[in-house]
């Protein structure tokens, strides 16, 4: 068993483009609680962070740009042509990510835990899991989504897919292996098999949502935890209530559940309501609140808000991102009472915070922030 009392832990790794975190986030759904060892590797050398100093007194102060941050392109080109200069800065960071995983891992309630990581086999990570798990793509399947995806030009698709090792290598230590080549909903069953496999008596199932109800003038609101077997309503109020905007299928939703989790709101057996968000590298990004019109905002808003951030603080998000439409960031007075604030991404003051809110704003949104806790991961030592 791993190194936690209690806890079972999969090691989550594959190539580029072959779908690791869409697994993840599967798995995160089904009741396990998800990191992405990468994403606190980057974290532990940000400003502020204790890698930052660190990494600055290794490689030198040419390694830092104009905004004060770490130009990981610049070190990434140094250290991956250079096998010491790369070991140099391993020896800064993984004992900075091991620390942040000891304290996360302590710290949740959750029994099964996930940590994705691209080079898991290489790392002391294979000494603290229970079990492998590697995804697969053919490299026409890879070579697509990175193009399609991730907007790659080919010529760079494929040099990233090349100087990767061979997935076979991998595939060989794996202890399940998830071809992802068809649909998202094929690859859901395959987890799905997966993960019942790993024993009811090890596995806790995704936590329902506390039925809180409250009155409004369309009756009982109670809110509940979405799941891919309500992607045909969830689909049906998005086209609804949507003004012009793509129409989206039960495909569509099932394929989001992929990205992010939902939270529905009901008057009685209708559904009138819903937020979307995900949770990743600890900081919660709403990019769904939506509502009928007949709502009183006043009592919707704060019952879908909550429980969004009760999910979110059992998950140890130490940030809360609402990317909202203008017309409901004119409500401010619903906003403030919750504890939020408008903002603009370059205002927050971690970086990683900046960076969700960068990656994560639709076009035409506008952000609010919360700080949800204050006892950061990575804090500077």
Request: glycine share 8%.
């Amino acid at each position: 068993m791993s190194k936690w009392a209690g806890k079972y832990v999969i090691g989550l790794t594959g190539n580029i483009g072959t779908g690791k975190s869409l697994v993840r986030r599967m798995l995160e759904h089904l009741g396990a609680y998800g990191i992405d060892a990468d994403a606190l590797a980057h974290r532990a050398i940000g400003k502020g962070a204790p890698g930052y100093d660190l990494v600055i007194q290794q490689f030198g102060q040419w390694v830092v740009g104009e905004d004060g941050q770490i130009n990981r392109a610049k070190l990434g080109r140094l250290v991956f042509g250079d096998p010491a200069a790369l070991k140099a800065l391993e020896d800064i960071v993984h004992p900075l990510v091991n620390q942040a995983l000891d304290f996360i891992i302590k710290r949740v309630k959750h029994k099964v835990i996930v940590i994705e990581a691209i080079k898991l086999f290489e790392s002391d990570l294979v000494n603290v899991c229970d079990r492998f798990w590697v995804t697969y793509a053919p490299h026409d399947v890879q070579l697509k989504r990175l193009v399609n995806k991730r907007k790659m030009t080919e010529a760079d698709a494929w040099q990233r897919i090349l100087n990767q090792a061979p997935q076979e290598e991998k595939v060989k230590k794996a202890h399940v292996v998830i071809k992802n080549v068809g649909s998202v909903e094929d690859t859901w069953k395959m987890v799905f098999a997966a993960w019942n496999k790993i024993g009811a008596a090890t596995t806790t199932p995704a936590k329902e949502t506390t039925q809180r109800k409250v009155q409004s003038q369309m009756g009982e609101l109670t809110v509940k935890r979405g799941n891919p077997s309500n992607a045909q309503e969830i689909a049906e109020l998005y086209n609804r209530l949507s003004s012009g905007g793509k129409k989206m299928s039960r495909v569509d939703v099932v394929e989001a559940f992929g990205e992010k989790a939902f939270l529905v709101l009901r008057a009685g057996e209708k559904v009138v309501g819903l937020i979307g968000w995900q949770v990743e590298n600890l900081v919660a990004r709403t990019t769904d609140l939506i509502f009928d019109p007949a709502l009183k905002l006043d009592k919707a808003v704060p019952l879908l808000v909550d429980e969004m951030e009760r999910a979110s603080k059992e998950l140890q998000c130490e940030a809360s991102l609402l990317f909202i439409t203008p017309s409901l960031a004119s409500e401010q007075k619903i906003w403030i009472d919750m504890g939020y604030e408008h903002r603009s991404p370059q205002t927050l003051s971690v970086m990683a915070w900046q960076e969700a809110a960068r990656e994560s704003m639709p076009p035409g949104s506008v952000l609010f922030f919360k700080q949800l806790r204050t006892d950061r991961i990575l804090r500077p030592i």
